[in-house]
């Protein structure tokens, strides 16, 4: 007994299944790995972040609070309000480098979509010809699954196969990605607007279309949601956070007397109030103002304690919870 052919059978309700979990699968795998990255700059769990560096700032200011005279209080705290200025810092170029990170990731992205799409444009004309002359094209068929599986963990796609070996590939909502021996492709166009990073275009015989906010899944979409989203998100709270910090440790300062008789003394830099900029501007320890009156240098205390109470206190700028809280 001699088999005479063999067929090639096909669920497509389960193949557009697959090609479904194979564009989840790459956005939340792409998103998962950027986003342990971005994690890995905080250091909280080895007490080398910025929540660390908070309570070593407010503590040395209770230092001086013990004894507003002593040198030595004096100078940690200005170390330790320069190493919290510091992680500010940056945090702030990590995660600049981050973003910049997964750009060249969103135009290797661009890359491996539009081979695949030429690949797969390519074995379309193989199957019309092994077809067209009486032979079967179950493996190139195969072949051409897999590659429609692979492009879908880069990019949210969909397709029509006429029947005939024709398969017309779509990109995002709509955009033809391959169309019978044809393949578009996407690229990636530095947007002025966006740091210059990548903005994804569909380059479909037109004027380029910008689909970034079409890409509904896939690996794109993981790097892009973290990209401009997850990352600027987190960088507009260190903004925050640094503001706050700014804000209030400046105004309590500028209420109280240094050694010197010294007052309205900023203790940070007025102009840097975001993470990038945060700086101590304070540099002569006499001018440290732990006085809460004139007439109390050196003994006075007053204003040191109410530094150090800054830490505990609820601050409208930060939602009405605390440094700590807000981080």
Do not use: C
Request: aromatic content about 6%; proline content about 2%; charged content about 15%.
């Amino acid at each position: 007994m001699q088999a005479s052919e063999i067929r090639r059978s096909v669920d497509t309700f389960v193949e557009r299944q697959l090609l479904t979990s194979h564009e989840h699968r790459g956005q939340f795998e792409a998103s998962r790995n950027a986003l342990l990255r971005v994690q890995t700059l905080f250091g909280d769990s080895n007490g080398q972040g910025l929540a660390a560096g908070l309570n070593e700032f407010f503590s040395a200011w209770q230092d001086v609070a013990t004894n507003p005279s002593d040198a030595t209080a004096r100078t940690v705290l200005l170390s330790k309000a320069g190493s919290v200025a510091t992680r500010f810092n940056e945090h702030a170029v990590e995660l600049a480098a981050q973003r910049q990170a997964l750009d060249g990731q969103i135009g290797q992205a661009i890359t491996d979509i539009n081979q695949l799409a030429s690949r797969i444009a390519a074995l379309k004309e193989s199957i019309s010809h092994a077809e067209f002359s009486g032979q079967q094209a179950n493996d190139l068929r195969d072949q051409r699954g897999l590659l429609v599986n692979q492009l879908g963990e880069l990019a949210e796609i969909s397709t029509i196969d006429d029947g005939t070996g024709q398969l017309t590939v779509f990109v995002g909502k709509g955009q033809i990605l391959v169309d019978k021996h044809r393949a578009y492709t996407l690229s990636g166009v530095a947007d002025p607007a966006n740091s210059g990073l990548l903005t994804v275009q569909y380059n479909g015989g037109g004027s380029p279309v910008p689909i970034n906010s079409v890409i509904a899944s896939g690996r794109l979409k993981g790097l892009l949601d973290v990209r401009d989203q997850t990352i600027p998100s987190v960088q507009a709270s260190f903004d925050q956070l640094a503001s706050a910090l700014v804000t209030q440790v400046n105004s309590q300062h500028q209420a109280g007397y240094g050694l010197d008789g010294s007052t309205g003394q900023a203790f940070f830099s007025a102009g840097g109030t975001t993470a990038a900029t945060i700086q101590v501007s304070l540099t002569n320890i006499q001018r440290i103002a732990s006085s809460s009156t004139a007439a109390g240098v050196p003994g006075n205390n007053g204003n040191a304690l109410a530094m150090g109470n800054l830490q505990t206190s609820n601050l409208a700028a930060l939602g009405n919870v605390t440094f700590q809280e807000f981080y």
